[in-house]
């Protein structure tokens, strides 16, 4: 059974600061390209950043220079830095593959609202 778990969010104030984590089980993501994503309200789910298996990251311009992505392939989990928030981060963030192939978990909610 593979599963996804995300972690982390919470409400927070404008400028503010999160770490979000997803443990993953049934699988080794040291296989894959691993990302991030979320969905805010009445949107479509947007990719936020990516790792690569050696290491390498991209991000979404609207993130790039808040948001840093890494990998702990030992403890099989992925995690997402998050800093300087702003309210248009709000929204439910997930855990994948880069080719979206596993199961979705039911994801982390990150509000940013003063």
């Known amino acids: 059974q593979v599963q996804l778990v995300e972690s982390g969010g919470g409400l927070v104030q404008p400028g503010g600061s999160l770490r979000l984590s997803c443990a993953a089980s049934?699988?080794?993501?040291?296989?894959?390209?691993m990302a991030w994503y979320r969905q805010a309200p009445g949107k479509q789910r947007e990719l936020v950043a990516t790792?690569?298996?050696?290491?390498?990251?991209n991000y979404a311009d609207s993130v790039k220079g808040r948001f840093t992505i890494s990998r702990d392939n030992a403890k099989n989990t992925v995690s997402l830095q998050m800093n300087s928030l702003k309210p248009e981060d709000t929204a439910v963030y997930y855990c994948?593959?880069?080719?979206?192939?596993?199961?979705w978990g039911q994801g982390t909610q990150v509000t940013v609202s003063s």
């Open positions: 994948n593959t880069l080719g979206q192939g596993l199961t």
């Open positions: 049934g699988v080794g993501i040291r296989n894959y390209v």
């Open positions: 790792i690569f298996r050696a290491g390498t990251t």
